[in-house]
């Protein structure tokens, strides 16, 4: 079946540290991959997504490549700061016309001054 | 952007009784939309997949008698809790896909139901 798992957060850095959340996944055929966020308060947003092996999804300074050898989406990004707390899903779309979104648990980042 | 509004943010409810939750495409049309739950600290799990014109398809243990989706429009999906209890407090959600584009979903801000 088709699974999205996370690095179990909290996540709790200063600011400027470096950030990784993995993410690995399982699925039949060729699916996209995706990360969301959710900041406090407010609703699901698309950080980045990347539709096929090796490519590389990027927003405002977050990075993902789609790494079908390891099954791996993992989220990076140089210099944290305290407006990046939030809860991150990484999640995948199931192949064909009717495709789920299927998310992992999230992970919350806290980011302090 | 693509905007996905639900209405309303929050519901307090006492056990027993039905709530809707509307979730409205507001400049594009969907004939697909998704409704997802989120408990605290935890994923979202998809409940049910709503179809414009068709009846929704729901997840595997998710009772479609007791989570009721209606698709009327391609601008409108609504889901109905009935008879609440305590258990089904949640926060839903639900996300739109654009009929034209490259498939991307836009979620809604979510619906807070809290059943006494």
């Known amino acids: 079946g088709n699974s999205v798992t996370q690095m179990e957060g909290p996540v709790t850095l200063s600011e400027e540290a470096f950030l990784t959340i993995n993410c690995t996944y399982t699925a039949t055929g060729y699916p996209s991959l995706f990360w969301y966020v959710q900041y406090p308060g407010e609703g699901l947003q698309l950080l980045l997504k990347a539709t096929k092996a090796d490519d590389k999804g990027s927003n405002k300074g977050f990075e993902a490549t789609y790494r079908k050898e390891t099954t791996s989406f993992h989220l990076e990004k140089g210099s944290v700061q305290v407006s990046d707390s939030a809860v991150y899903f990484c999640?995948?779309?199931?192949?064909?016309?009717?495709?789920?979104?299927?998310f992992g648990q999230g992970t919350t980042l806290q980011v302090k001054p | 952007g693509a905007v996905v509004s639900q209405h309303p943010s929050w519901v307090i409810c006492k056990s027993g009784t039905s709530v809707k939750i509307e979730c409205r495409s507001l400049?594009?049309?969907?004939?697909?939309m998704f409704w997802y739950r989120q408990f605290p600290k935890q994923s979202l799990m998809l409940m049910a997949t709503?179809?414009?014109?068709?009846?929704?398809?729901?997840e595997q243990g998710v009772e479609k008698d007791k989570f009721l989706i209606n698709h009327a429009s391609l601008t409108l999906s609504t889901l109905t809790v009935t008879s609440a209890h305590p258990e089904d407090s949640s926060f839903y959600i639900c996300?739109?896909?654009?009929?034209?584009?490259?498939?991307?979903?836009?979620f809604g801000e979510g619906s807070r139901l809290t059943v006494l």
């Open positions: 400049d594009f049309q969907a004939t697909t």
């Open positions: 999640a995948l779309l199931t192949s064909g016309n009717t495709g789920k979104l299927i």
């Open positions: 996300s739109a896909r654009p009929d034209v584009g490259g498939g991307e979903l836009f």
């Open positions: 709503s179809n414009e014109g068709s009846k929704a398809t729901y």
